[in-house]
């Protein structure tokens, strides 16, 4: 009996040896952070057009998220699917704007919007360091927007910062990514949180 349990944790150690060996992989996580409810900016206000525009990508390194350091040596890194960053980004505040009730248009549209985002990411990473029984995960990000007033001409500016780390038992890429898109959650609810429509234009919030 004490032979079969031996073998069985031997078992386990091995397999855990085996799964926690980089293979140079590349994991990619998808960005769909989701506000806590849909509330929109404004129910009196009429709807803001909104048009996303241009997102450069600021970083120090134009690939990939990140990575996660393995255990017993070697790397696995992280990316968005198709390897664009910036593009994955600006369908992210797309999706949640949209969730937060704004209207907005979809490229290419014949409609002229009320206020143009645009902007530059500066920090967009994630990072995973496998130690004995656990796995440390954190991740920044980091986005210079400016939105652009049709009707007047004036450009409002703000920084969406977000942080976030947390440790995992068991080790699985939902988990990065979870982390990820509660970090870009927060950080997207600066933009609705911090302005408010006035005349058809964004304004920040009196302090």
């Known amino acids: 009996m004490k032979q079969a349990i031996a073998q069985c944790i031997g078992l386990i150690g091995l397999l855990a040896m085996v799964g926690c060996a980089g293979t140079g992989e590349v994991i990619p996580l998808q960005l769909h952070p989701v506000p806590a409810g849909a509330e929109k900016i404004s129910t009196q206000a009429p709807p803001l057009r909104v048009?996303?525009?241009?997102?450069?990508d600021g970083r120090s390194h134009h690939t990939g998220l990140g990575l996660r350091t393995h255990l017993w040596g070697g790397v696995s890194y992280f990316d968005?699917?198709?390897g664009k960053p910036t593009d994955a980004v600006a369908q992210a505040l797309t999706d949640y704007l949209a969730a937060k009730g704004w209207q907005v248009l979809k490229p290419g549209s014949r409609?002229?919007?009320d206020v143009v985002l645009a902007g530059k990411i500066q920090q967009l990473f994630v990072h995973a360091k496998s130690r004995v029984g656990f796995t440390e995960m954190t991740t920044a990000t980091r986005?210079?927007?400016q939105a652009t007033n049709a009707a007047d001409g004036s450009v409002v500016?703000?920084?969406l910062n977000g942080s976030g780390a947390d440790d995992v038992f068991w080790f699985d890429p939902e988990?990065?990514?979870?982390?990820l898109n509660d970090v870009l959650t927060d950080s997207f609810?600066?933009?609705?949180q911090d302005t408010t429509v006035e005349?058809?234009?964004?304004?920040?919030?009196n302090p």
């Open 51 to 56: 048009a996303i525009g241009s997102l450069d």
């Open 80 to 82: 968005v699917p198709g």
């Open 111 to 113: 409609e002229t919007a």
């Open 143 to 145: 986005l210079a927007l």
């Open 157 to 159: 500016r703000l920084t």
């Open 175 to 179: 988990d990065m990514q979870s982390l």
């Open 189 to 192: 609810a600066k933009l609705t």
């Open 199 to 205: 005349n058809r234009m964004l304004r920040l919030k």
